[in-house]
């Protein structure tokens, strides 16, 4: 019997506020990141949150809306990307239960190497460099990447950035598109999987990360990415 092909298996890299995947891209329950996340790929099948079943070569998912994909694609490109780093228009658009509203129009390349997909990302998210946001933010997100693996407050980095908590959150919200809890878990994600990158255990990128272990990481991964991160480790070649 042959053994069922992997959901991952491809090439992936992270760069700052991205991240880029090329391969193989096979069916997925319904779960979230806290990311936009730009999928393209032949005879591709996408579900939102009312089940309803769509069909489409390119869809941009905006970040914390559940999807699933009920048929993937063998040569997909895929990017995730984080709403603190890209603020372009092409990005605001309003979360809907409903896998119809995330189909876009994209001259495709046909060279499925990282220099198209980061092009192709840099024309969905806007040559233009994104909208003034609150200065704060910027330094906002400094601090939780410098914070981890610790515990990270909403109220201590609200006095770093000198702003009530109240008044952060709600930049968080409103500029970022995610809650600041949620903005942290993205962080966390991020670190680990940087760290998967780069030859460690699950044990030792949750530890480097701030998930308390490998089970913890490999939960989160899954409700985020809906595939464990052992996927990610054993079916990929990362990239420098």
Request: glycine share 8%; with cysteine.
């Amino acid at each position: 019997m042959p053994l069922p092909t992997p959901r991952w298996r491809g090439w992936v890299t992270i760069k700052p506020g991205r991240l880029y995947y090329c391969g193989h891209v096979g069916a997925g329950s319904l779960h979230s990141h806290h990311a936009v996340q730009l999928l393209i790929g032949d005879d591709l099948i996408l579900t939102g949150a009312d089940g309803a079943e769509h069909a489409m070569t390119a869809a941009l998912i905006p970040a914390n809306t559940p999807h699933a994909i009920v048929r993937g694609s063998a040569d997909a490109l895929l990017a995730l990307i984080d709403p603190a780093a890209h603020a372009g228009p092409a990005l605001d658009r309003t979360r809907t239960g409903s896998a119809a509203a995330w189909h876009i129009d994209l001259d495709v390349p046909a060279q499925r190497d990282l220099p198209s997909l980061h092009a192709l990302v840099t024309t969905v998210t806007g040559a233009a460099p994104p909208r003034p946001g609150h200065p704060a933010l910027t330094e906002a997100a400094q601090i939780i990447e410098r914070m981890l693996p610790a515990q990270v407050r909403l109220g201590d980095v609200a006095t770093g950035v000198h702003l009530s908590e109240s008044r952060l959150s709600h930049l968080f919200t409103g500029e970022f598109g995610l809650p600041f809890r949620p903005y942290v878990l993205w962080a966390r994600l991020r670190a680990a999987l940087a760290a998967l990158s780069e030859g460690a255990s699950l044990t030792e990128a949750a530890h480097t990360a701030g998930f308390a272990d490998a089970a913890h990481l490999t939960r989160t991964v899954r409700r985020m990415m809906g595939a464990a991160p052992s996927a990610l480790a054993d079916g990929v070649r990362w990239l420098s």
